[in-house]
C-alpha cells in the first residue's frame, strides 16, 4: 500500500515537472513601455499578459510552459537593439514580437536576419517587408492598405478636395506618401499638406493653414495622443471638414480624451471592440474585467501574435529549431483571431489583407465597411 | 473676412498659450529671485500638478472644480516646501550650479514617479468648460482660453499687491536681494526661501490646472518647462513683468511661425530667437538689470 | 553689567588664526571700540558674534546665552545687530521700506494672517509705519522716505543701514566702519549720532580704524593685532600704550 502511494506520488511529481518544472520556452515581446508613445506598450504588455496565460491554461507548447518576455523598447532605435539583445542571446527566444515602431523595426530587422530570429514586426511603414528579409513578418495592417482604403471609402463618398495632416516621424512622413500615392490613383492631389512634430500640444496654426485650402476631407496621420488633441482643435476650427484618422483615433482612449470632438469621425483599423464577432467579445469583456478598459488594438494584435507563434511551435514539433518554427509560421492561412481579423501569411510575410472602416458614433467605434485588397 | 478671421484666431490662440508660459515664467523667476537659481524641474511641477488635480482628486476621487484646485495648489505648495528641503537646502552654500543640476535629477524623478503612479494614457479632465467656446465673426475661442487669461491677470495683479504692500513680499524681495542682510535684519531667510518655493510650486499647480482641460496631462506636459524658460530669457532673468511679456511672445511667435515659416520648425525658431536673446541682449526685452528686477 | 562678552574665542581659516583666544567684555549702556590694523580679526569677530560665522573654538556670550553658531536672524531678533563695512543695502527698496523690514523680527503675527491680511496685521502694520517714521526722523532721512535706496548719496546710505538697524529694536549694534567713505562733515556728525543712539539705550559697539573718531567717542577700547587683544584700557591709556604704538607704527615686532 505504502508502495503504491509513494510511485503515484512520483508519477504525479514527474508530470507535474515535465509540465511546468521543465524549462520554458521563452517567446520575445518588446514595445514602448517609456517615452513618448508608452500607451503602446502598455497595451501590448496587457494582450501578451492574456496570451501567455491561455498558452499554458492550454498545456503550453511540447509540454513546456511558455514564459512571454516583454522588453521596453523606449519607442526608439537604440533601446529596440538593446532590448533585442538582451532577447536574443540572454533570454534564447524563439521569435520577437514587436516592436510597434517601425524605426525600431527596421534598426533590429538586421540582428534578427544575422540570428536566425523570428521578428513578428508591428510597425506598419510598408518597407518592413520589403526589406529581403525571410525573417520578418507582420502581423498588423500595411500602411499602403489603410490609406488605399481610406482614400477609396472617401472617394465612394464623392469627396475630391482632400487635407493631409501628417506627423513628421517615419510614421507619419510614410503616412502623407502612401496618401498621396493613393489619391494618384484616383487622379486626385491634396489641396494642401502640413504636418506636426510628436508632442505638440496646439495645432491651431496648421488647422488654420488648412481652413485656407477649404478642403471637404482631413486625413490625419498620427498617434493617439497627437489624434484626440487635434479632434478637439478640429471641432474647434475646422467644424464641417470630414476627418479620416488613423487607427489610433478609434481606440477606446483616443475616443475618451477627445471628449465628445472626435464624433463622426472615420478611421481605418483592424479592431473595434465592438465587433459583434462572438471571439471578439469574449476577449474584449475579459480584457475589461481584469485591467478595467477595453482592449486597443495593440492588445489583441500582440495577444494573436502570441496565440499564433505558440501554434506553430507546435505543429514544428521544436522550439530550437527556428527555421522549423518559421516554416510553419507562414503557413498559417485563415487563423481567426481576437481581433476580428483572419490572419493568412503570404510569401511577403504580411499577415493582412483586410481591414475594417470604422466610425466613431455615439462615442464609440462602429464598423460600418469591410475592405479587402486582392 | 476670412483671411482676417484666421489672423484673429492666431492671435487668439497666441496669447493663450502665452499667458501659460507666461505662468510658468513666473514660477520660474520666483526661485530664481530668491536663490539665484534656475529650477529645472519647473516643468515638471507644472505636470505633477495637472496629475494631481486630474488624475487623482478629480478623476479618482469625483471632486468638483473648485475643492480640486484648492487641494492641489496646497498639495503642490507642501510639495514645494519639501522639494526646497530636499534639493535646495543641503546645497545651499555650494555652488549654484549644484543646485541646478539636483533639480534636473528632481525632474527625471518626478516624470518616472509620475509614470508609476498615474501610468501612461493621458489624463483627459473636462474641467469648468470642457471643449465648449465662444464663436464670433468666424473667430472661435474656447472658454477654458478665457479663463486662464483672466487667471493670469488676477494672479499678476495679487502678486503685485504682495509684493508692494505686505511684509512678507518685502522680505521676499529683501531675501532675492541680499540674503545675508536680511538674515541680520532678523528676517528669517530660511523660512521665506521655503514659503518662495512653496509660491512658486503653487504657480506650477495652477499652471497645471488651467493647462489639464486644454492639453491633457501626460509626461509630455512638462515641456512647457522649456517655453516657460524662453519666456524667462526674453523677459529678462528675474523680472515678473517681463516673465509675461515674453511668455506672450513666445506663444506668438509660435504660433505665427507655425503658420507662416515653418509648423515642424516653430520649437526651432522659438529656441533660435533665445539664443540671440542669449547672445546679444542677456537682459531680456524690457532690459532691466536683475536686482532690480521685483 | 556684561551684556556682550566673548570667551577664549578662536577662528582658524585653514592653518591661520584670524581670532585667537579672545576675552572681550563689553558693558551695558557704553561706547565700546575694537580697533587694530588691518587683517588683525576685527571682522571676523563680528561675524562670529553674529551668526554669520561659527567658532572654531570658545565662544560669544550675548545676555548670558551664547550665540556663537547660532542663525543670525536668531541673533538680530535677540537684540544684537551688526551694520557692514561694505554697504548692503537693497537697491530697489524704498527708504521706508528698509526700515519697515526692520522692525519685521518684531512683529507678532504670522504668515498666514500675513497673506490673508486680518485685521491685526494691518494695526500693526500701521504701528510699524510709525514707528519707522520716527527712526528716520531720527536719522535725518523722513524728507527722503519715498526715495529708493539706490538714489541716495553715500553719506545717507550709509545712515540708511544703520536705521534699519535701529529698526530691529537692538540691546547693542555693532557699527563696522560706519565713516568709511564719509566726507568731514558726515564724520563730525556721525559722532553726535552714534552718542545719541546710545542715548536711547543701546549698547554701541564700534570697529574702526579712524583714529579721531574713535579716540573722540567711546568710553573704553580694545586693541587687536594677529587676532590678539594686545591692550584694553580708557582711549588714554590706550593713545600711551606702547604696545599699541608699536602694532599700529609697525616698528618691528613686539618682544613677548
Redesign the interface.
Known amino acids: 500500500m505504502r508502495r503504491t502511494v509513494g510511485l503515484v506520488l512520483a508519477l504525479v511529481l514527474m508530470a507535474t515537472c515535465a509540465a511546468y518544472g521543465a524549462q520554458p520556452v521563452n517567446i520575445g515581446a518588446m514595445g514602448a513601455?517609456?517615452g513618448?508613445s508608452?500607451?503602446s506598450?502598455?497595451q501590448a504588455s496587457q494582450g501578451l499578459a492574456l496570451a501567455e496565460e491561455d498558452i499554458n491554461a492550454a498545456g503550453g507548447v511540447l509540454g513546456r510552459p511558455v514564459k512571454i518576455i516583454m522588453e521596453d523598447s523606449k519607442g526608439l532605435p537604440t533601446g529596440g537593439v538593446t532590448a533585442a539583445r538582451k532577447l536574443i542571446f540572454q533570454d534564447n527566444v524563439v521569435g520577437i514580437i514587436g516592436c510597434h515602431q517601425s524605426t525600431v523595426v527596421m534598426a533590429i530587422e538586421p540582428l534578427a536576419r544575422q540570428e536566425g530570429v523570428i521578428l513578428m514586426a508591428k510597425g506598419s511603414a510598408d518597407m518592413i517587408t520589403q526589406a529581403g528579409n525571410p525573417w520578418v513578418v507582420r502581423v498588423r495592417e500595411y500602411d499602403t492598405l489603410a490609406s488605399f482604403a481610406k482614400i477609396q471609402h472617401a472617394v465612394e463618398q464623392g469627396y475630391t478636395k482632400f487635407a493631409i495632416f501628417h506627423n513628421?516621424d517615419q510614421f507619419g512622413e510614410g503616412g502623407r506618401q502612401n496618401l498621396i500615392d493613393a489619391l494618384a490613383k484616383f487622379g486626385l492631389e491634396p489641396v494642401t499638406v502640413?504636418?506636426?512634430?510628436t508632442?505638440d500640444?496646439?495645432f491651431?496654426?496648421?488647422l488654420?493653414?488648412i481652413?485656407?485650402a477649404d478642403p471637404e476631407v482631413l486625413v490625419v496621420w498620427t498617434h493617439g495622443?497627437e489624434h484626440?488633441?487635434i479632434c478637439?482643435q478640429v471641432?474647434?476650427?475646422i467644424p464641417d471638414v470630414q476627418y479620416y484618422g488613423s487607427m489610433a483615433v478609434s481606440q477606446w482612449?483616443s475616443i475618451?480624451?477627445a471628449?465628445?470632438?472626435s464624433e463622426g469621425v472615420l478611421s481605418t483599423s483592424p479592431y473595434s471592440y465592438l465587433n459583434p464577432d462572438p471571439d471578439v467579445q469574449v476577449f474584449a469583456e475579459r480584457h475589461e474585467k481584469r485591467f478595467g478598459r477595453k482592449p486597443e488594438t495593440f492588445t489583441v494584435l500582440y495577444y494573436d501574435s502570441a496565440m499564433m507563434l505558440a501554434e506553430a511551435i507546435r505543429r514544428a514539433g521544436t522550439a530550437d529549431d527556428r527555421d522549423k518554427v518559421l516554416a510553419e509560421l507562414k503557413k498559417i492561412k485563415g487563423w481567426k483571431g481576437v481581433s476580428g481579423i483572419e490572419y493568412s501569411f503570404d510569401e511577403t510575410g504580411e499577415a493582412f489583407n483586410q481591414i475594417f472602416i470604422i466610425k466613431i458614433e455615439n462615442q464609440v467605434p462602429v464598423i460600418i465597411d469591410k475592405v479587402t485588397v486582392k | 473676412m476670412?483671411?482676417l478671421a484666421?489672423v484673429l484666431?492666431?492671435i487668439v490662440?497666441g496669447l493663450a498659450?502665452g499667458s501659460i508660459y507666461g505662468l510658468v515664467a513666473l514660477g520660474y523667476n520666483f526661485i530664481f529671485n530668491a536663490v539665484g537659481i534656475v529650477n529645472l524641474a519647473q516643468g515638471d511641477f507644472v505636470m505633477l500638478g495637472g496629475y494631481i488635480y486630474g488624475g487623482t482628486l478629480t478623476l479618482l476621487l469625483g471632486l468638483p472644480f473648485l475643492p480640486a484646485l484648492i487641494l492641489t495648489a496646497v498639495a503642490m505648495a507642501i510639495f514645494g516646501i519639501v522639494s526646497q528641503r530636499i534639493v535646495y537646502y543641503p546645497l545651499r552654500d555650494a555652488h549654484p550650479r549644484m543646485v541646478m543640476l539636483s533639480t534636473i535629477a528632481l525632474g527625471i524623478f518626478l516624470k518616472n514617479i509620475s509614470?508609476i503612479a498615474w501610468?501612461?494614457?493621458?489624463v483627459?479632465v473636462?474641467g469648468l468648460f470642457?471643449?465648449r467656446?465662444l464663436r464670433i465673426a468666424g473667430v472661435?475661442i474656447?472658454y477654458q482660453y478665457i479663463f486662464i487669461l483672466v487667471c493670469v491677470i488676477i494672479l499678476l495683479a495679487v502678486q503685485q499687491f504682495?509684493f508692494r504692500k505686505?511684509?512678507?513680499g518685502?522680505?521676499m524681495?529683501?531675501v532675492a536681494?541680499?540674503r545675508?542682510?536680511?538674515?541680520?535684519?532678523?528676517?528669517?531667510?530660511?523660512?521665506v526661501i521655503a514659503?518662495t518655493f512653496a509660491y512658486s510650486s503653487t504657480l506650477a499647480a495652477i499652471g497645471g490646472v488651467l493647462l489639464a482641460p486644454?492639453?491633457?496631462v501626460?509626461?509630455?506636459?512638462a515641456?512647457v518647462g522649456l517655453k516657460g524658460f524662453a519666456a524667462c530669457v526674453i523677459g529678462g532673468w528675474g523680472d515678473i513683468t517681463g516673465a509675461v511679456i515674453g511668455g506672450l511672445v513666445v506663444g506668438l511667435v509660435?504660433?505665427?511661425?507655425?503658420?507662416y515659416i515653418s509648423?515642424?520648425y516653430?520649437?526651432a525658431i522659438v529656441f533660435a530667437i533665445l539664443i540671440g536673446f542669449l547672445i546679444f541682449r542677456p537682459q531680456g526685452i524690457l532690459g532691466r538689470a536683475t536686482?532690480?528686477?521685483? | 553689567m556684561a551684556l556682550l562678552s566673548s570667551r577664549q574665542a578662536t577662528k582658524y581659516f585653514g592653518g591661520l588664526c584670524a581670532v585667537d583666544n579672545l576675552d572681550l567684555t563689553v558693558n551695558e549702556g557704553e561706547i565700546f571700540a575694537l580697533i587694530g590694523p588691518n587683517g588683525s580679526g576685527k571682522t571676523t569677530f563680528t561675524n562670529l558674534a553674529?551668526g554669520?560665522m561659527a567658532p572654531t573654538s570658545g565662544h560669544v556670550e550675548f545676555q548670558g546665552t551664547i550665540v556663537s553658531g547660532q542663525?543670525?536672524?536668531?541673533i538680530?531678533?535677540m537684540g544684537l545687530?551688526?551694520t557692514?563695512q561694505n554697504l548692503?543695502?537693497?537697491?530697489?527698496?524704498t527708504v521706508l521700506?528698509h526700515v519697515?523690514?526692520?522692525h519685521?523680527?518684531?512683529?507678532t503675527t504670522g504668515?498666514w494672517s500675513?497673506?490673508l491680511?486680518t485685521k491685526q496685521v494691518k494695526e500693526e502694520?500701521e504701528e510699524?509705519r510709525a514707528r519707522a517714521e520716527e527712526v528716520l526722523d531720527f536719522l535725518g532721512l523722513l524728507d527722503k522716505k519715498n526715495w529708493l535706496a539706490?538714489n541716495l548719496p553715500y553719506g545717507q546710505q550709509r545712515l540708511l543701514e544703520i536705521a534699519?538697524?535701529l529698526?530691529?529694536e537692538p540691546k547693542l549694534i555693532i557699527l563696522d566702519e560706519p565713516a568709511a567713505g564719509m566726507t568731514m562733515q558726515e564724520s563730525n556728525d556721525l559722532i553726535h549720532l552714534i552718542r545719541s543712539i546710545r542715548d536711547r539705550g543701546i549698547t554701541v559697539f564700534l570697529i574702526d580704524h579712524k583714529m579721531r573718531l574713535v579716540m573722540n567717542v567711546s568710553e573704553r577700547i580694545a586693541v587687536l593685532n594677529f587676532g590678539r587683544k594686545i591692550a584694553e584700557g580708557t582711549p588714554k591709556e590706550i593713545q600711551e600704550n606702547p604696545d599699541v604704538i608699536e602694532a599700529y607704527l609697525g616698528k618691528g615686532r613686539r618682544t613677548a
Request: aromatic share 6%; glycine share 6%; charged share 20%.
Open positions: 513601455i517609456t513618448g508608452a500607451i506598450g502598455e513628421t502640413e504636418a506636426h512634430n508632442g500640444k496646439d491651431t496654426a496648421q488654420l493653414n481652413r485656407r495622443d484626440a488633441l478637439r471641432s474647434q476650427l482612449s475618451q480624451m471628449e465628445g470632438t | 476670412a483671411e484666421i484666431q492666431q490662440a498659450l509614470l501610468g501612461t494614457y493621458p483627459s473636462p470642457g471643449q467656446g472661435s474656447l504682495f505686505t511684509t512678507l518685502k522680505s524681495r529683501a536681494q541680499d545675508l542682510a536680511a538674515m541680520l535684519m532678523g528676517i528669517d531667510a530660511y523660512k514659503i486644454v492639453f491633457m501626460s509626461q509630455v506636459l515641456n509660435e504660433v505665427f511661425s507655425a503658420s509648423s515642424v516653430k520649437d536686482e532690480e528686477s521685483l | 553674529t554669520m542663525r543670525p536672524h536668531a538680530t531678533q545687530v551688526r557692514f548692503r543695502i537693497f537697491s530697489s527698496l521700506e519697515t523690514l526692520g519685521f523680527c518684531r512683529t504668515v500675513n497673506i491680511r502694520e510699524i539706490k534699519r538697524a529698526a530691529t
